[in-house]
């Protein structure tokens, strides 16, 4: 363990994530690891700083453990999963002696309800709609698609489903069809309803301290759920002033003080910003990993910084670089699905691994021969990691990798 | 920006560009190591997987493996071998080096990889390691090299072919570790390698006859400079491949058999001594020899078995005697899947052993034996099903009792029951195979501990897990039960004070160990406990001069602290006191034996064990017997016995006290 800083804050990282824990350890503040009682023998073998929790709905107990923290002596909780979002407000609400951080995270945590708040506050939202069962799915697909003056029969624009409580594109799916509708799990329900936007998505990382933006990060997605780079293209970069001030929008409508929001945007055609969803907790497809190899700053140690109350203005202007200009190169990854169904072993493109811009993958070899149709997203089965100096090519490398078999 | 904009190399890439490419990827090794040496002990698996898969495509480049022997120690230090087998470089197997270089999977081939350029850093004297000195890493290289000559020098064979790039890079990389570590060497240190394995006389011999193999073919490959070296190996190889005037140009088994059929007298006996020669020569058994004797079995005009076994007086006797049973013994044991029970067999005879009165009826019941159940599973599993799993256990009892002191716990942390078996073999042979019947016939082996039964089916799985199937098939058979009945001894034996090895020895292995037992550290706290008394009492137990003159009876277990060439220690060992007698030169030896598979050691500041020379035996390992005590913790001894006198002078404890003390009891002085 680095020596800590005794007179820095006492962090909880609320779930069990290898890399934040191995980020953290490394920095200078002392820390404890709430997580499943599965981690115990782990954490006693490796010295982590450990206290068991079931994380399951929040309940009564989630004073018990604010309590527990707060006797440890910790100042702040981080969420490091959505499934914790509510805990670390619960127990922040005790331990910042702020009750309003329960109210706040459960708004992180509904995505109806976020999107309301957002639309209450004045930012830009699509056409949305809350389902609970499978008939409000195919009303909103008809509706919509009788707004746009489609004829019986003309190939129907496709709606988004997105299950309240899910992350990322776990239990997100695309509906053009009524059968689309029938493969819907119940357990999806009740669910949030969007129009499909044509349009640019990405995503911000923003680093927030006493309600101020100390590091703002735009990840370009080429293919939602496949493959991301930072920093974006200069094409998108061009927006970053208008993108700024939605994000303080953000700040100001969920009225937040500190910590780290994940949003996602889509700017349209005719260039107007639609909001998507925020998370109030680190990205998925390890983009805080693609922004320290572009950037060489440690996403999970700002997020301490950005949590911490005894974090100073002089350690946030000395931890983050300035954006865009202090980045080494562009770098990206490619979350990697089997194409075939039925595959033997993994085989990196002779293409892609002769690129000058890639640099290693993290595959799994096969588990299963067979592979699993995907519904939703789906999870990928590793990622594969490039860094470049050119964002156009390392966008269009991205692209092509979505063509290419990873396993054969 | 460190990246430099460059198309992908083609085909016809030119060595410019190839330089390039091996440039960029360089510098992408060295964002994985960082990343990988930033990363906690507990995090470091996520990273050294794309640490693999960098090197993985830069050995695929010419100059690739230079790139990362030059990294190889900063890999090392990054923790690149952390959770696997390969973080403890001197318990790594020179012979599983070549399955893993054309491994299937990449990253195993990457990881053999940067673990061979390490050795070769610390090789080269440019690196340096806690647990491997460069005399240990050129060792291990020279090995690598020797197990796989037939790829350095040899035409791909058709399995070769098969393998494609991964063969090509297997050649690639040995040729990096011969022009590193130099190939003169190693036909030379192969050759006196196997010389000193060969003495040793030990029971398994598989590994010693693949590097033969390797050497034949490299010396047809390639031929060497004439001189001794080159003398040795082809000793080595005629006596595998062609020991006698019939077999020296290896016509094949069919062709053998037709000279056989038409050799006269003088032919036949000349045969018969040619191989008897080679085989007492090397302790290899020729498969020509085997097929020799199969065939003499059914030679009417006169007996060729004894001449052909080269019996001496004890042997030719134990011929006369039971001709019928020997006869029995090769037709059932000797086959082209196992040659070597030939010499089991002559060595058994020589040692008189079946003028033990219960031995005859004992191996009787060995030939008639069936094996049930798992353990004709696991002999299967461990030796193949060329022969029915009988012949190769017949064989195998053959080999232990011949060469009981060539018994080998292979890589199993076993050492205590190979050396019982040795023990039984050389000491209790028809005891032995009374457990052999047990084992085979009902898969459990019953015993008892001060009076109390114990039976090994109803035990769980010992450190041995599941029971090792690299080692001889009495081995195999046994020591998963073995196992389980000395762990079960030591649950017995939970709560009273001192070392259980006090009570465990002589109720595992037999009335013949001594009853009483000495150790010269504390068991609670680990340090040295009357050292000095300790070590008066071991000269009075077993230094003839301080005895009375007395030779050991029977072998004693013991304990030693193993130390490396550094006189780090190691660990505790099970080993066997044989002997205590003075050599050619009159210096005081213990004679000993050591269940590891190979007894020459260095262990540091002098202590070397010798395996020839100083009046050894096969199988036997010697030191002067101030040296050798100063690596013993733990020996038994006669509760009935005269307190040692005086006469047992200071300066010789003081002696053995210091060497002791600069070694593994460094750390283990009781305070004040």
């Keep these: ?408 | 920006m460190n990246v430099k904009d460059m198309s992908a190399p083609d085909d016809q890439s030119d060595g410019q560009e190839a330089e390039a490419v091996l440039a960029r990827l360089s510098v992408t090794l060295d964002v994985a190591i960082e990343r990988l040496e930033r990363a906690r002990p507990f995090a470091k698996g996520r990273y050294q997987g794309p640490v693999l898969d960098v090197v993985g495509r830069i050995i695929a480049q010419p100059g690739g493996l230079g790139v990362v022997r030059q990294r190889a120690t900063r890999v090392d230090a990054a923790g690149l071998f952390s959770g696997s087998d390969w973080d403890r470089p001197e318990a790594l197997l020179p012979q599983l080096v070549g399955g893993t270089l054309t491994s299937e999977d990449p990253a195993f081939r990457a990881l053999e990889v940067c673990s061979l350029a390490r050795f070769l850093a610390v090789a080269d004297g440019d690196a340096r390691h806690d647990n491997l000195h460069q005399d240990g890493a050129r060792h291990f290289l020279t090995q690598v090299l020797a197990l796989n000559l037939k790829d350095l020098f040899g035409v791909p064979d058709e399995a070769a072919r098969a393998l494609g790039a991964r063969y090509d890079l297997k050649k690639r990389v040995l040729n990096h570790i011969a022009d590193h570590v130099g190939l003169d060497d190693v036909l030379s240190v192969l050759v006196s390698e196997i010389w000193r394995l060969l003495e040793q006389r030990s029971v398994q011999v598989g590994m010693v006859k693949d590097m033969i193999a390797q050497i034949a073919i490299a010396l047809n490959e390639k031929g060497t400079a004439p001189g001794s070296t080159r003398l040795g190996a082809e000793r080595l190889v005629s006596a595998l491949f062609g020991p006698t005037t019939a077999s020296r140009d290896d016509p094949g088994l069919d062709i053998y058999l037709e000279r056989l059929a038409v050799a006269d007298e003088s032919g036949l006996s000349r045969e018969a001594m040619g191989f008897a020669r080679a085989m007492h020569d090397t302790g290899l058994v020729s498969d020509y020899h085997a097929a020799f004797l199969t065939w003499a079995l059914d030679y009417a005009d006169r007996p060729l078995i004894p001449e052909a076994l080269g019996l001496g007086g004890t042997g030719l006797d134990c011929w006369r005697h039971y001709r019928g049973l020997i006869e029995k013994l090769v037709r059932n044991a000797v086959t082209p899947a196992t040659p070597q029970a030939a010499y089991g067999l002559a060595m058994l005879l020589d040692r008189g052993v079946l003028h033990h009165a219960p031995m005859v009826p004992a191996l009787e019941r060995q030939i008639s034996l069936r094996i049930g159940g798992a353990a004709r599973d696991r002999i299967a599993l461990g030796f193949g099903e060329a022969v029915p799993p009988e012949t190769h256990l017949l064989a195998g009892v053959l080999r232990v009792l011949g060469q009981p002191l060539g018994v080998g716990q292979g890589a199993n942390p076993t050492c205590q029951s190979a050396r019982a078996i040795a023990l039984w073999a050389l000491n209790d042979p028809d005891y032995l195979l009374h457990l052999i019947t047990q084992v085979a016939e009902f898969d459990t082996l019953q015993m008892q501990f001060e009076g109390a039964p114990i039976n090994s089916a109803d035990l769980p799985v010992g450190l041995a897990g599941a029971g090792p199937i690299d080692a001889d098939p009495v081995s195999v058979l046994l020591v998963v039960h073995l196992d389980r009945i000395y762990a079960e001894m030591g649950r017995l034996c939970a709560g009273r004070p001192g070392d259980p090895h006090t009570w465990i020895n002589p109720q595992f292995h037999g009335w013949w160990v001594s009853r009483d037992c000495a150790v010269a550290v504390d068991v609670a706290t680990g340090k040295l406990s009357s050292y000095d008394d300790f070590l008066r009492r071991f000269f009075a137990a077993y230094h003839p001069a301080y005895n009375g003159g007395r030779p050991l009876g029977h072998p004693q277990p013991a304990g030693i602290a193993v130390t490396d060439a550094h006189e780090n220690f190691i660990g505790w060992h099970a080993i066997a006191i044989l002997r205590v007698a003075e050599d050619q030169s009159g210096r005081m030896r213990v004679y000993f034996y050591n269940p590891n598979n190979d007894s020459g050691q260095d262990w540091g500041n002098g202590v070397i064990v010798s395996t020839s020379g100083h009046g050894e035996r096969y199988g036997e390992g010697s030191l002067e017997f101030e040296a050798f005590l100063s690596r013993v913790y733990l020996f038994h001894d006669e509760p009935l016995r005269n307190p040692p006198g005086d006469e047992i002078p200071d300066n010789a404890i003081r002696q053995v006290s210091d060497q002791a003390l600069s070694s593994w009891a460094a750390t283990r002085q009781p305070e004040g």
């Design chain 1, 1 to 408: 363990m680095t020596d800590k800083n005794p007179d820095k804050g006492f962090v909880a990282l609320l779930g069990w994530s290898l890399n934040a824990i191995d980020a953290v350890d490394r920095f200078d503040r002392r820390y404890v690891v709430v997580a499943p009682p599965w981690a115990e023998d782990y954490c006693k073998q490796n010295d982590i700083p450990f206290v068991p929790w079931d994380f399951d709905r929040l309940n009564e107990r989630s004073h018990e453990l604010a309590h527990q923290l707060d006797d440890m002596g910790v100042d702040v909780a981080i969420p490091i999963f959505e499934e914790t979002v509510e805990w670390a407000g619960a127990v922040n609400a005790v331990l910042l002696k702020n009750p309003r951080l329960l109210g706040q995270a459960m708004l992180f945590r509904d995505k109806s309800l976020m999107k309301r708040r957002a639309q209450l506050g004045g930012i830009r939202v699509g056409v949305f709609e809350e389902a609970h069962d499978r008939g409000d799915v195919i009303r909103f697909l008809k509706r919509v698609n009788q707004t746009l003056l489609k004829l019986d029969g003309d190939p129907n624009d496709p709606i988004h489903f997105k299950a309240f409580d899910k992350s990322g594109t776990a239990g997100h799916r695309v509906i053009r069809t009524p059968e689309d509708v029938d493969n819907i799990p119940d357990e999806e329900f009740p669910a949030l309803l969007e129009s499909h936007l044509d349009g640019w998505e990405f995503a911000v990382e923003a680093w927030i301290k006493n309600g101020k933006i100390e590091f703002l990060n735009i990840s370009e997605y080429v293919t939602l759920g496949y493959s991301v780079f930072v920093p974006a293209t200069p094409e998108l970069e061009a927006h970053r002033e208008r993108i700024t001030e939605e994000i303080e929008k953000l700040i100001e409508v969920f009225d937040i003080e500190f910590g780290f929001i994940h949003p996602e945007y889509f700017l349209t055609s005719d260039n107007k910003l639609y909001f998507g969803e925020v998370a109030y907790r680190p990205p998925g497809f390890n983009a805080l990993e693609l922004i320290e190899r572009a950037y060489g700053f440690n996403g999970y140690q700002g997020l301490v910084l950005a949590f911490d109350p005894k974090t100073t203005q002089e350690e946030l202007d000395a931890f983050f670089p300035k954006e865009i200009e202090d980045a080494k190169g562009h770098a990206g990854c490619f979350g990697v699905y089997p194409r075939r169904r039925v595959v033997s072993r993994l085989e990196v493109p002779e293409q892609t691994a002769n690129h000058p811009y890639f640099e290693f993958h993290e595959l799994s070899d096969p588990r299963e021969q067979k592979v699993a149709k995907r519904s939703a997203f789906g999870t990928h089965w590793g990622l594969a990691y490039f860094f470049g100096d050119n964002p156009h090519k390392l966008r269009d490398l991205l692209k092509e990798q979505e063509e290419l078999d990873y396993y054969v």
